[in-house]
T-cell receptor, first 111, second 111 residues
Framework: RKEVEQDPGPFNVPEGATVAFNCTYS??????FFWYRQDCRKEPKLLMS???SGNEDGRFTAQLNRASQYISLLIRDSKLSDSATYLC????????????FGKGTRLSVIA | DAGVIQSPRHEVTEMGQEVTLRCKPI?????LFWYRQTMMRGLELLIY????????DSGMPEDRFSAKMPNASFSTLKIQPSEPRDSAVYFC?????????FGEGSWLTVV
């Protein structure tokens, strides 16, 4: 089983839609979880951390289910500028580092 | 504040040549990471340092790859001799705790 698995997509959604991405991870000892965003030919950038209680940042909501080893990202009211690849990220072991990246889910928001 | 700085941004080299990639982490960060990204394999961790000491180099593909961190503000990743299959984007990233922050990457093409 891969360390971090994501549906590669692409997800093609109209502006204003709500879209959800899921991710599963294999190491039950992982302690920290993140979503990163990567634009074409750019470096990955931190979108948000994922906390056990779930957390929200504007239109973005992240959820963690430790029992199922599952992470999700919900984007509400999609904007054209949300088009990117979203990377699910977990720590490799029980420490804070290093981080293991999923291969990403590609999102295209269409006008 | 300056982010992670990498050089060169782009390099095209002939098979068999030595390639040296350079990285300056964010000041104050104590962990430094080298990742490689390709379409097929996604982002792969090559090696990471904590307080300038290599902690895990299990991701280094073979002996042709080596990395050093002589001080807290500088690291190199060297490939000697280079091969066409080394063509990829090489990202350096740094962190203090938790999330990591990437440089813009070094785009390497070996012909």
């Amino acid at each position: 089983r891969k360390e971090v698995e994501q549906d590669p997509g692409p997800f093609n959604v109209p502006e204003g839609a709500t879209v959800a991405f899921n991710c599963t991870y294999s190491n039950s000892a992982s302690q920290s979880f993140f979503w990163y965003r990567q634009d074409c030919r750019k470096e990955p950038k931190l979108l948000m951390s994922v906390y056990s209680s779930g957390n929200e940042d504007g239109r973005f909501t992240a959820q963690l289910n430790r029992a199922s080893q599952y992470i999700s990202l919900l984007i509400r009211d999609s904007k054209l500028s949300d088009s990117a690849t979203y990377l699910c990220v977990v720590t490799k072991n029980s420490g804070n580092t290093p981080l293991v990246f999923g291969k990403g889910t590609r999102l295209s928001v269409i006008a | 504040d300056a982010g992670v700085i990498q050089s060169p941004r782009h390099e095209v080299t002939e098979m068999g040549q030595e390639v040296t990639l350079r990285c300056k982490p964010i000041s104050g960060h104590n962990s430094l990471f080298w990742y490689r990204q390709t379409m097929m394999r996604g982002l792969e961790l090559l090696i990471y340092f904590n307080n300038n000491v290599p902690i895990d180099d299990s991701g280094m593909p073979e002996d042709r790859f080596s990395a050093k961190m002589p001080n807290a503000s500088f690291s190199t990743l060297k490939i000697q001799p280079s091969e066409p299959r080394d063509s990829a984007v090489y990202f350096c990233a740094s962190s203090l705790a938790g999330a990591i922050y990437f440089g813009e990457g070094s785009w390497l093409t070996v012909v």
